[in-house]
């Protein structure tokens, strides 16, 4: 392990456990969305951490959760880089235009009084990963880890402005999305 | 205000992130369009769907035991001489303090120390599902809950008018005596107020310091200290202390 030769401070390591331990669910989630694949998503938090640890003396805040967040999407950015020179596998989503057309009206068609389904969690999960980039991590971010726009800005490196017009085109696809499912439940 | 802004704003209105003016701004469109209407009914909808639902995921046990392995091991437990030497320094230093020199010189470190200690109580009672002994929003029965508990009664202030829901007290040890911790809830974000008493009346103004990620806004008044933990922004932690301390200063403390 390269990084233990410079970290072999037990005081240190203590407060590092303290500090960041409790967010490795949270961690293992938004890397479950923003990975799709549990092995990578493992991988991904572990290399996290370690950069984390390596980077700790230095931490002078945000908050732990946007910091370790703010590492683990560079994480998995190196992660896509890898999976888009390999051949073989899936390349990601990230259609970069979608960000500069309107956003979608196609939920308008749906009748103004109809109410949405209530679904259970593993559709609502699948709902959630099928959603393109930029806009699945913007979401996770804001609905599931409860950050505030401008902490998602920092974590993603975009402004507040951005973060909002992602958040609502995150927002109206999954809404189309919702009630397309009740159309295949039918 | 047209569609296209309000499909934007709507968004930070149901975030809360919406200035008072563009919250009036949005409301009004709104009010008068049945298509924006049902948006925001279904995003609001689908929030708390998902926020009811089982979303997460928990990090496999293998994940933990691979990034614990990772970090270096604690301290060797210490020896029976270095506990001997240990002891004997701390004798010295006892007889010290008595003269009252060495309280003085220790005291920025004390409070650093105090304050590491502060943080790890707030971080245990995220952790272990443990955020509060008695759970009420009422500061009637929170505040009576502690008699008895402790040497000092805490002041149970209710903040929730002013955006801070109380949500209960807890017994937490800090500097190896028990202590009061008050629960407020911000959005999603805990405070953890712990109250101490002190020798010194003097009142002492608020700082804020950071300490591994965590706000930590610290006063002192009337004879107590107090310590705001959080991972709430800096900011708004400052108002959490000014807003307590006003209310203290206006008698409507339980």
């Known amino acids: 392990m390269p990084v233990k030769a410079a970290n072999d401070d037990p005081e240190k390591a203590r407060r590092f456990r303290d500090a960041a331990l409790p967010h490795l669910d949270d961690a293992y989630t938004l890397a479950r969305y923003l990975l799709r ?37 560079n994480v998995c950015r190196a992660e896509f880089a890898r999976r888009a020179s390999t051949p073989t596998a899936p390349i990601d989503d990230v259609p970069e235009e979608a960000e500069q057309t309107p956003l979608w009206h196609d939920a308008q068609q749906t009748p103004e009084a109809q109410m949405l389904r209530r679904w259970d969690s593993t559709t609502i999960r699948r709902l959630v990963a099928a959603l393109a980039e930029p806009f699945r991590e913007t979401f996770v971010l804001r609905e599931i880890h409860d950050l505030s726009y401008r902490e998602i800005a920092e974590i993603v490196g975009a402004p507040v402005g951005t973060v909002m017009s992602r958040l609502a085109r995150a927002r109206a696809m999954l809404r ?11 | 205000m047209t569609c296209d802004e309000a499909e934007i704003l709507l968004h930070a209105l149901i975030d809360g992130e919406l200035d008072a003016g563009n919250t009036r701004a949005v409301e009004d469109h709104i009010a008068g369009c049945p298509r924006c209407a049902a948006q925001l009914r279904d995003y609001r909808e689908m929030s708390k769907m998902i926020a009811g639902a089982d979303v997460r995921y928990k990090a496999p046990l293998e994940l933990r035991r691979r990034i614990e392995a990772s970090l270096p091991q604690q ?5 029976r001489r270095a506990v001997l030497r240990g002891f004997a320094m701390g004798s010295a230093v006892s007889a010290l303090a ?3 020199l060495v309280a003085i010189v220790l005291r920025s470190d004390d409070e650093a120390r105090i304050q590491s200690e502060v943080v790890s109580a707030h971080l245990r009672s995220l952790q272990a599902g443990h955020l509060t002994d008695v759970i009420s929003t009422d500061q009637h029965t929170v505040k009576p809950w502690f008699n008895g508990k402790l040497d000092v009664a805490p002041p149970v202030v209710d903040l929730t008018a002013q955006g801070f829901t109380l949500i209960g007290g807890r017994l937490d040890y800090v500097d190896a005596r028990p202590i009061g911790a008050i629960v407020y809830r911000r959005r999603a974000h805990v405070i953890n107020l712990f109250v101490a008493q002190t020798a010194s009346t003097e009142r002492r103004a608020a700082k804020t310091e950071t300490l591994q990620g965590f706000n930590i806004r610290r006063w002192s008044d009337r004879g107590l200290n107090y310590w705001a933990v959080s991972d709430l922004a800096a900011d708004e932690l400052a108002e959490f202390g000014e807003k307590f301390e006003t209310a203290m200063r206006s008698g409507t403390a339980g």
């Open chain 1, 37 to 73: 694949d549990p092995v990578d998503a493992e991988d991904a938090v572990q290399e996290c951490y370690l950069r984390a640890l390596k980077h700790f003396d230095s931490y002078r805040g945000p908050a732990m959760k946007p910091w370790l967040f703010a590492i683990l999407r």
């Open chain 1, 176 to 186: 189309s999305a919702w009630m397309a499912e009740e159309e295949h439940a039918k």
């Open chain 2, 75 to 79: 301290a060797q437990v210490p020896s």
């Open chain 2, 98 to 100: 008595a003269t009252g």
